[in-house]
């Protein structure tokens, strides 16, 4: 059957069978494929979107029910392509994670915790993310993570509606200026003697 | 070969890890996210029976059902393809990827469907009719050990895989002049690392090309020879794809029956063919367990507590079919005595089949069930004599002076620093504070209890135990390589030759690299090429990446460095050792002279009448890294195992209800020990994640079977895994003692945490229902058996007492 949802501030449509989980369908129909299939009954967390901003289980929802609700995927939290956003960027500034594939839900429900509670306490962020199963962490620098995201959010000055679109208040993401060698890369110009420099 | 010229600029740096960047994004590229025109799926059907003969296969029906292209059986596949791979010498124990005549384990895979969707292939296989006939089976291991039980092989004779005896040093002797003995049982439940996404593979055949692509979520040491074998094909024609990143695997991720049956069907169908488990397939049938051991131990002892000699019987089930499984019994040959001076060893290493699913490699290859064992004795002496169990284990420590520390079975320990990790951990933690919190929770009507492990964590991985434990077997190198190209722009490529499942092997390469040559390893882009462009490798297995992906990185980096070098001496006219190389420029002091790194690059790249003779043009450089101090076959049952050894303590404090029986961890301090960490991030959650891994081992994951063969555990309301609420934050107290054999002195830590924490849990566990005068022998502990143990020794003391 066919079906429109807003998929990340988008209106999608496609026809699919009744029976297609959310998941699938996002993954198949749309090729949203940031979102994972872990345990497929629920459990695991690694599926989750947000649902009018929730942290909801991809696998355990029609694609048919979806219809009328915001849905937001992994791929709606970048504000711009290879820009991160503060949460993101949190859990590449504590290594938050290693394999990946529990990442996605997991900067997800991290990011409706932040919408929701702007101090979280530890307590506060076990519990937010108790429904996310990670295998590599133990999740420990995940919650660094999160501690980090949560302090960065509230020294920014933005209001809390435009934080999401919020790039990277701090350092670089990437590179910094600390290599020895500063420099050392820039681009030679073949066919001139000496690279062109004198 | 350790180089203190100049301090380390990137190594041991707290950098980012570079591979997050795509994860976080949600931009990671998993075998479920690789698109392929055309693409079929395939869904299996599992037998419901533990062992029963195939009398028939219908699969009419299915054929017939929308979208159903296909119905592979296993005497089709059995004639298309070889046996997988066993890695003793036991012909008769045949294993093929779908069930041949007979099926050998509740949940094993009868036949595969290949449908447009995979809704359609599961619709499909709900259709296909199989006639079984049950059969006897067996499912304990102690039942299977005796040679009157039903063989799950029967062509094999019995189900005993492997049955050795090594004795190292003078056990008889020691035992007899040893005032003390005692002897126990542990048991260690089976369960597995259960990465968050299965396993899934993607094959692909293009006839005109003679080419078979595959893309996988694969983690294994010769993944595309096995391919290659059992396909009957050249191995030039199997080209995996490298590139995919994998979601998890800590050992496990091996699916090469997986990948014979979707390569076999891209032949036969020439489509794309896929195959991704769902939860179920992988947990019943993915043949991922780990190990499921019973150890049998008895130690010699005097009165100071000095641990002299030591028996162990290890008694393994590997499930239904060989693999590999047999050989975790031989990895931990190479720390058997831990982290202790035990004089002499004698060590049963028993492997048996039953009617369980097949047992594959999981993190520590053996190691972890091992230490638990170990750990046991040495409280249990302790508890013997009275002595604290710290000050046991300090008396018995192999002292930081001792090293190279050759061990009876023929492995030499490579450095170490024991006593001063334990002070370090004891200071951190105030351990007399400890005591004191543990027996104020205990007067408060709770159960309280300290635990401690102190274990090794061997590192570097070869495959010694394979020649130990199989005499046909010669292997003697277990490599890794690297290259490196600059390329005419000057910019610097290096190549890795596996796939990862989250141990940051990009940033690590990255990281060496670029403290060789001196440049930012920001600017260093790090690529995987696929099998047929790869060097010679043996994936991340055996904690080796930093030893050996990190040394071949260096070793090519020095050899690019002195090419160089050697290039600049040429310019300058003098001689190599003149030359001053300084972040990536060239100079030669007690003149102006000096060359650029684009000068560099521009003479390799487009000045061959400026070389010096005999210089190939360009600036690339390949290392193949030999396993440090692996150089010959075992002798008399000894074999130097893996080179490097990484040291964890660990110190614990678990509290619970005594009625309700479910563990907090209150406290959780390691020690931990891995010579120079090369990137901290990544050796942190290294050890966390398998801290965690360990409580679950300990306290939750079993995949438990019942008396009729059928697994219970099937799905993740059963087989629980520790989230948030159950892992405590844990305070990691760090030491360095830099290996000897390494190029910056590290050591593995892809195990650590998980090699210690399963004997630290029960330590504490045991330690806090001490005063009931009960303790658990086996893992996991769960909740209701704690509840219920302590329930019936009240029971038992008041029934006593009236």
Known sequence: ?198 | MSEAEIPLKFVSSNRRVREDRRFVAGQGHYVADVALEGLLHVAVLPSQHPAARIVSIDASEALRMPGVHYVLTGEELAKAAEPLMNGLNTPHVKRYPLAVGQVRYAGEWVVAVVAESRAQAEDGAEKVRVVYEPLPYVIDSEEALDLSSTPVHPAHGSNVLLDRTFVWGEVDKHFAESPRHLSFRVTWGRNSTVPIETFGVAAKWDPWREILDVWASIQMPKYSDQIARALRIPLNNVRVHQDVDVGGSYGVKRGIKQTVIVSHLARRLGRPVRLIEDRLDNMRAGDAHGPDRIFDVEVAFDNDGIVKSMKMRALDNAGAYAGRAPFQLGKPIGAIVGPYKIQSVKYRAISVTSNKAAQEAVRGFGQAPTNYAIETAIDKVAAALGLDRIEIRKRNFIRSEEFPYLIPSGTRYDSGDYHTVVAKVLAHADYEGLKRERDELRAQGLCAGIGIAACLEPSGGNSSFEPLLNDANKTTTWMESCRINVDGLGFVTVTIHTTSSGQGHETLAATVVGEVLEIDPDQIRVVRPDSLNSLPGNSPVGSRMAIMLGGAAFHAAKKLKAKIVRLAAHQFGCVESDIVYQGGATSYPGSSRKLTWAEHVNIAHRNFHLLPDGMEPGLEVTHVLQVPTANKLPENGRVQMYPCHSFEFHLVLVVFDPEIGKPKIRRYVIGHDCGTVINPHIVKGMTLGGIAHGIGASLLEEFVYDSEGQMLTQSFMDYLLPSSHEVPHVEIVHHCTPSPFTVFGQKGSGESGYLGSPAAISGAINDAVSPYGISFAKLPIRIAAISDAIAAAKATKEKVQS
Do not use: W
Request: hydrophobic content about 35%; glycine content about 12%; some cysteine.
């Open chain 1, 1 to 198: 059957m066919k079906i429109s949802l807003k998929v990340n501030g988008q209106l999608r449509e496609a026809d699919v069978e009744p029976r297609k989980t959310l998941l699938d369908t996002l993954r198949e129909d749309f090729l949203l494929v940031g979102s994972h299939a872990g345990c497929e009954h629920g459990v695991c967390g690694a599926c989750t979107v947000l649902i009018d901003g929730e942290p909801s289980r991809s696998c355990l929802m029609f694609a048919v029910q979806a219809d009328g609700y915001e849905i937001t995927t992994i791929e709606g939290l970048a504000p711009a392509p290879g820009e991160l956003s503060v949460v993101q960027d949190a859990f590449c500034e504590t290594h938050g994670l290693q394999c990946g594939y529990c990442t996605p839900g997991m900067v997800l429900t991290a990011h409706a915790l932040l919408e929701h509670n702007d101090a979280p306490s530890r307590d506060d962020i076990v519990e937010a993310i108790s429904g996310n199963i990670c295998r590599c962490t133990g999740y420990g620098q995940i919650v660094e993570a999160v501690e980090f995201a949560a302090d960065r959010l509230r020294k920014t000055n933005l209001p809390r509606h435009a934080r999401s679109d919020a790039n990277n208040p701090g350092k670089p993401p990437f590179g910094g200026n600390d290599a020895l060698g500063h420099g050392v890369l820039t681009a030679v110009q073949p066919d001139t003697p000496r690279g062109g420099r004198a």
